[in-house]
């Protein structure tokens, strides 16, 4: 060991409650800072794998037709390009040409045309508005997590039956009912008759309690869409990567194409404000452990001038003198940090347990958190700023005791 961290050990001895104190804030502090920061961040990512898993990761829908065109001069070698001046034509008119178009994109895994329209579901002598979404079955849960979200019945049952339906969870219990129970679907004055095969339940609220799950050519018979689809949905093979997909795609096939990032927008700002307000809240505890600690080494510098003086006169320079205390910090803060992750591990785990029943916008029995090194490493760095600059000025101000004025004023 060496002569100065032994020297700093021996002065943090001499205070050693206000050292306590100030590594108790620490270790709080840290804990509670990856605590909540994996609560939120593990909130927003269940949110996130709910949302793609019934809205998927791309939508292909409307197409884009151009209303406005300005012509060159004949003879010059120059376009110019016009923009804002664009028409929307609902739905995709010729989606077989659009899937193979997609085929091309080495990024998209998986597409599937959607049927979607307004129906009134007529059951048990009431009526429920619903919104119908005619599917293929075989490529649509390649693009969202329905075979995951079945509660009860199941989709090979629906796949069998050409007439089958897949209900919501919410429709279910606000209609009284069950799998095998015959309903009416009327979307243009013919009601038709479906069975139910399976319930679903995605926690979203929207859409657990409207919209309903039917084949793809009974959804063309019901809605009266003879051809076509109201939009493809697609999964690419990383998240991240759909923004500048959606671009390509847009560009690429002439229909107006959404990243689940714009599409979900309002939440994902949310989740990024909350996850930054707990920061800063939860930051402020470490920030109070380092004014403790700013005033522990002041006081340490008071009752150990003399000490300090003894020292310089045995040959340390000021160097030496600023190092003594900043590795008192340094002990302290590394105490905290170690301590802190081994608590925060401990709390994150305990909180993953507790039960808890949350429907709404995606559905959970417990406390979702997320288990990120970077969480760790973020409330170690704050940590290590805070206490590490609280150290420095008292550091400063023991190097700068002049030995011979300390001597001679406590011999006098």
């Known amino acids: 060991m060496s002569p100065a961290l032994l020297i700093a050990l021996r002065f943090l001895s001499a205070r050693k409650r206000a050292m306590l104190m100030s590594l108790a804030g620490i270790v709080f502090g ?26 998927g990761m791309v939508r292909i829908e409307d197409r884009i037709q151009s209303t406005r065109s300005l012509a060159a001069t004949q003879g010059s070698d120059f376009t110019i390009a016009v923009e804002g001046s664009v028409k929307y034509i609902p739905g995709v008119q010729y989606p077989n ?45 390649n693009v969202s997590d329905l075979d995951t979200q079945i509660i009860d019945g199941s989709l090979g049952a629906f ?15 606000r209609m009284n009912l069950q799998i095998g129970d015959s309903v009416l679907l009327d979307a243009a004055g013919e009601p038709q008759r479906f069975r139910i095969n399976a319930i679903y339940e995605t926690g979203i609220d929207q859409v657990d309690r409207e919209r309903v799950y039917l084949h793809l050519p009974a959804g063309r018979s019901l809605l009266n869409k003879p051809v076509g689809a109201s939009f493809i949905q697609a999964n690419v093979v990383a998240p991240e990567l759909a923004p500048a997909l959606a671009m390509r795609i847009e560009e ?6 959404l990243a689940w990032q714009e599409r979900e927008k309002t939440w994902l700002q949310v989740f990024s404000v909350l996850r930054i307000s707990s920061a800063l809240t939860i930051s402020t505890i470490i920030f109070i452990s380092g004014l403790g600690m700013f005033n522990t080494l002041v006081m340490i510098v008071v009752d150990k001038t ?3 003086a003894i020292l310089r006169s045995m040959g340390y320079t000021r160097e030496d003198i600023s190092r003594i205390f900043m590795l008192q910090g340094g002990i302290v803060v590394a105490c905290g940090v170690v301590f802190g992750c081994l608590a925060a591990a401990a709390g994150t785990y305990a909180l993953s347990h507790i039960p808890i029943r949350i429907r709404g916008i995606f559905a959970s029995d417990h406390f979702v958190v997320l288990w990120d090194p970077w969480h760790y490493v973020g409330a170690a760095v704050i940590a290590v700023i805070v206490v590490m600059v609280a150290s420095y000025f008292p550091s400063r101000r023991a190097a700068r005791l002049e030995p011979g004025s300390i001597i001679r004023g406590s011999s006098s």
């Not at 979404?133 to 849960?141: D, N, P, Q, T």
């Not at 796949?159 to 219990?173: C, D, F, T, W």
Request: glycine share 8%.
């Open 30 to 55: 840290v804990a509670f800072f990856v605590v909540t920061q994996a609560q939120t961040a593990g909130f927003e990512s269940y949110f996130i794998k709910t949302i793609l898993g019934v809205n």
């Open 97 to 141: 040409d659009l899937l193979g178009a997609l085929k091309r994109f080495p990024e998209v895994t998986a597409a599937s045309p959607v049927i979607r329209g307004n129906a009134t579901l007529i059951a048990n002598f009431r009526e429920y508005d619903v919104k119908p979404y005619g599917i293929e079955l075989a490529s649509f849960v």
């Open 159 to 173: 796949s069998e039956n050409p007439y089958g339906l897949i209900l919501g969870v919410r429709i279910a219990k």
């Open 252 to 257: 690429a096939v002439g229909h107006s194409t």
């Open 306 to 308: 003399r000490e300090i």
